[in-house]
């Protein structure tokens, strides 16, 4: 195929009469996450095309399983429906070719019936180029780019892979993650080295990590200034989740808000300290399943058997974000531990 033909837009143009009217087709058809959406007007997915400098036909990533191919035309208009603005493409193409790394586990997050969601951490200057929110509701609700540039990832998966609740997807349950959870690093407001660089992403340098995760717990501890108090009350709740959930082990993303960011500071522990002080304290027994009502499979095997919550202290992504008052953070723990892992990846700015 050639350049030309590379830069012709493919997919089926529909004539509708106005944009209420765009809504209701796709609602009726099945293409949205049940949110209007705004048109993907031949024009607007162009334009979106050529903020990543890609021709529409061009292969942004293929899902390992399936083999489907994404192409930037299809990100384009999921890109468009979900709201986001031309500026925030470089960050959605990185988003899309990280899923696509076969480490990321895409074709069985999709349909899997744990409900999983990819959490999307955005590092370096485009962060702030284009009004992404790393404070205040950090992982939720409050700035266009941390919402639509999540929703395009769901809306890529709904449309392009055919992650359709009932049908691919396969979720019991689900979490509100799946509508878009997608935050940037507070690196303005934390000592620490930022995540994506930890990862190897050179400095200055902007970049995403995408991890597939269960819904995320808020965890709160407004009693302490020891650093390792705290992370006595981070570590319950993966240890929670190791009950409750599974006992996996892989990556697992710890959220930090500024208020107990200065009591680490403070006391000059860096993010490695606090890797290695929870990887000690996150793990369980077997015989504590009877605990939690699963004293049918505790006793299968070794009931004093240890389970780690990650292979090693490295699994664990510590991200500095949210509000600057309040004793909290959150756990989000893996959806499928080593079978799906975090995977960083470069934006490619035009």
């Not at 384009?76 to 990185?94: D, F, K, Q, T």
């Not at 959490?119 to 939720?140: D, E, F, S, Y």
């Not at 009350?233 to 989740?241: H, P």
């Not at 090693?312 to 892992?341: C, E, N, Q, R, T």
Request: with cysteine; hydrophobic share 40%; aromatic share 6%.
């Amino acid at each position: 195929m050639s350049e030309s033909d590379l830069s012709i837009l493919t997919s089926t143009v529909l004539e509708v009469e106005d944009a209420f009217e765009v809504n209701e087709l796709y609602q009726r058809n099945g293409w949205t996450d049940g949110l209007p959406i705004v048109p993907p007007t031949e024009s607007r997915v162009r334009q979106f095309c050529d903020s990543m400098g890609l021709p529409p036909g061009h292969t942004i990533g293929t899902e390992p399983v399936r083999r489907r191919r994404i192409t930037a035309e299809k990100v384009a208009i999921a890109a468009v429906m979900a709201g986001c603005l031309p500026e925030y493409m470089p960050v959605v193409r990185a988003i899309v070719e990280a899923m696509c790394e076969p480490q990321f586990g895409l074709h069985g997050s999709t349909c899997s019936t744990g409900g999983a969601a990819p959490m999307i951490i955005v590092n370096g200057p485009i962060r702030k180029q284009i009004g992404m929110n790393a404070t205040h509701n950090a992982l939720a609700n409050g700035s266009r780019a941390n919402a639509s540039i999540g929703r395009t990832v769901r809306l890529m998966l709904l449309n392009v892979l055919g992650g359709i609740p009932g049908q691919l997807d396969r979720a019991t349950l689900g979490h509100p993650g799946k509508f878009t959870f997608c935050l940037a690093e507070d690196e303005d407001e934390s000592q620490w080295i930022p995540l994506a660089q930890e990862r190897g992403i050179a400095e200055g340098v902007s970049a995403v990590t995408v991890m597939s995760v269960e819904s995320p717990h808020q965890v709160m501890n407004e009693w302490t200034h020891n650093p390792k108090e705290l992370l006595d009350t981070y570590s319950a709740a993966v240890r929670s989740n190791m009950l409750e959930y599974s006992i996996w082990e892989g990556n697992y993303a710890m959220v930090v808000a500024k208020q107990h960011r200065d009591i680490f500071n403070a006391a000059g522990w860096t993010k490695q300290d606090i890797r290695e002080y929870m990887f000690d304290r996150c793990e369980v027994r077997r015989k504590q399943w009877r605990d939690v009502g699963k004293g049918a499979i505790a006793g299968l095997k070794d009931e004093e058997r240890i389970y780690k919550a990650m292979r090693s202290p490295d699994d664990l992504l510590v991200i500095s974000a949210g509000g600057p008052a309040g004793g909290f953070g959150a756990i989000a723990p893996p959806w499928y531990g080593k079978k799906s892992l975090a995977v960083t990846m470069p934006v490619t700015v035009v």
